[in-house]
């Protein structure tokens, strides 16, 4: 057996682990979370438990040092049954990576270490209320004043906002320059807003991030007063597959859900699945899981190898998975006809889901003007 065939062997064990905790733990949870909003304790407590929190965090730090492949997958088998708590479990993961890559040793010795263990949580603040898409258009500012910086502005639709004790800020520091900033939720000059009232991703909280006079010590700075951008866009890189992993579990689950629907249910006097025009409804739905899938992984691989395409084919991931979330989980619902319209079965619920994997980590509209920013330039 080659080595690469070694290595998917140990992948697709531990997806037969992950599914478990998914179908023994979260999936009883789901629709409970759903109905009464989050924050999601009782899913962040097993993932805490499982070491799932601290998967894509290094092991010097007391993550489990599970590479990129692995969190696409863990994401993807816990979104097949519950989009909120997947992206519950991921945030660690994201929001830390710039710190991972571009902090000092003892700024990741004080963040890190707690969030693997699950002790603490983070979010990552970068959407402002006059834009998420055009990052450049930031105005939260950071000023340097002695030994702290102070940081001002508004951060808008915070995945764990108020929930969190951790939060990685994009300020602008000095012209067009950005810096990466962490700030504690114990710091002075931080607030939230009220939680948005969301079609979806009820489970998850969400709410504005306030800076007022936000003083933070000089070390908290990510890498350096600039460069931030081009370190985001990096971070974003690799952020983009495991949200596109998210999706991918919706469209599962939501295929999954239509399946077992369609082979129970009887029309005149027979499974539906037995007529054509719905064995062709549940093909369609297959082939756009499946090439979704197949385009996520190899972006993956081209990330884990570091190749210059694995921007654009992040960015192709992203938008293949989040179109085949919300059109896969609106033909489930109409496979189960009004059935599909209740709250009682989970196709209404992976339908609403869906719908911000199409929005958020950069809208499907800009992954489709970088993808032909790349193509056209070659």
């Not at 340097?144 to 940081?151: K, N, R």
């Given at each position: 057996?080659?080595?690469?065939?070694?290595?998917?062997?140990?992948?697709?064990?531990?997806?037969?682990?992950?599914?478990?905790?998914?179908?023994?733990?979260?999936?009883?949870?789901?629709?409970?979370?759903?109905?009464?909003?989050?924050?999601?304790?009782?899913?962040?407590?097993?993932?805490?438990?499982?070491?799932?929190?601290?998967?894509?965090?290094?092991?010097?730090?007391?993550?489990?040092?599970?590479?990129?492949?692995?969190?696409?997958?863990?994401?993807?088998?816990?979104?097949?049954?519950?989009?909120?708590?997947?992206?519950?479990?991921?945030?660690?993961?994201?929001?830390?990576?710039?710190?991972?890559?571009?902090?000092?040793?003892?700024?990741?010795?004080?963040?890190?270490?707690?969030?693997?263990?699950?002790?603490?949580?983070?979010?990552?603040?970068?959407?402002?209320?006059?834009?998420?898409?055009?990052?450049a258009g930031m105005t939260t500012r950071a000023v340097a004043t002695g030994e702290d910086w102070v940081l001002n502005g508004t951060k808008r639709f915070i995945t764990n906002a108020g929930w969190a004790d951790w939060y990685l800020v994009v300020a602008r520091t000095e012209g067009d320059e950005f810096g990466i900033f962490m700030v504690h939720r114990n710091d002075p000059g931080i607030s939230f807003g009220e939680n948005e009232q969301k079609m979806g991703l009820k489970g998850s909280p969400t709410a504005d991030v306030n800076l007022d006079d936000c003083r933070i010590p000089q070390g908290r700075v990510v890498g350096g007063p600039t460069g931030g951008m081009a370190r985001m866009t990096r971070s974003l890189t690799h952020s983009r597959p495991v949200i596109a992993g998210q999706a991918l579990g919706v469209a599962q689950g939501a295929l999954d859900q239509a399946v077992a629907y369609v082979k129970e249910r009887k029309s005149m006097g027979k499974p539906l699945a037995r007529y054509q025009l719905i064995q062709e409804k549940i093909g369609d739905m297959t082939i756009r899981v499946?090439?979704?899938?197949?385009?996520?992984?190899?972006a993956v691989e081209y990330s884990l190898r570091d190749r210059p395409e694995a921007r654009q084919l992040a960015s192709m991931a992203k938008t293949a998975c989040s179109d085949a979330a919300m059109s896969v989980a609106v033909d489930a619902v109409q496979l189960h006809g009004g059935y599909g319209y209740l709250r009682d079965y989970p196709v209404e619920r992976m339908m609403r889901d869906a719908k911000i994997t199409q929005i958020y980590e950069g809208t499907n509209e800009i992954q489709r003007l970088i993808i032909a920013k790349q193509v056209l330039s070659d």
């Amino acid at each position: 057996m080659n080595e690469k065939a070694q290595n998917w062997d140990t992948y697709e064990a531990f997806r037969d682990t992950v599914q478990r905790i998914a179908r023994d733990k979260i999936e009883p949870l789901a629709a409970e979370l759903d109905y009464t909003g989050g924050p999601p304790e009782k899913q962040f407590k097993i993932f805490r438990e499982t070491g799932l929190v601290g998967l894509g965090l290094p092991e010097e730090y007391g993550g489990g040092g599970g590479d990129l492949m692995a969190q696409v997958i863990a994401v993807e088998e816990i979104a097949r049954v519950c989009s909120s708590s997947a992206l519950t479990m991921t945030l660690g993961w994201g929001t830390l990576d710039p710190l991972v890559r571009y902090g000092s040793d003892e700024l990741k010795q004080e963040v890190i270490p707690p969030v693997a263990s699950g002790e603490l949580k983070t979010a990552w603040c970068i959407t402002e209320p006059q834009g998420g898409t055009d990052m450049a258009g930031m105005t939260t500012r950071a000023v340097a004043t002695g030994e702290d910086w102070v940081l001002n502005g508004t951060k808008r639709f915070i995945t764990n906002a108020g929930w969190a004790d951790w939060y990685l800020v994009v300020a602008r520091t000095e012209g067009d320059e950005f810096g990466i900033f962490m700030v504690h939720r114990n710091d002075p000059g931080i607030s939230f807003g009220e939680n948005e009232q969301k079609m979806g991703l009820k489970g998850s909280p969400t709410a504005d991030v306030n800076l007022d006079d936000c003083r933070i010590p000089q070390g908290r700075v990510v890498g350096g007063p600039t460069g931030g951008m081009a370190r985001m866009t990096r971070s974003l890189t690799h952020s983009r597959p495991v949200i596109a992993g998210q999706a991918l579990g919706v469209a599962q689950g939501a295929l999954d859900q239509a399946v077992a629907y369609v082979k129970e249910r009887k029309s005149m006097g027979k499974p539906l699945a037995r007529y054509q025009l719905i064995q062709e409804k549940i093909g369609d739905m297959t082939i756009r899981v499946e090439g979704a899938r197949a385009l996520l992984y190899r972006a993956v691989e081209y990330s884990l190898r570091d190749r210059p395409e694995a921007r654009q084919l992040a960015s192709m991931a992203k938008t293949a998975c989040s179109d085949a979330a919300m059109s896969v989980a609106v033909d489930a619902v109409q496979l189960h006809g009004g059935y599909g319209y209740l709250r009682d079965y989970p196709v209404e619920r992976m339908m609403r889901d869906a719908k911000i994997t199409q929005i958020y980590e950069g809208t499907n509209e800009i992954q489709r003007l970088i993808i032909a920013k790349q193509v056209l330039s070659d």
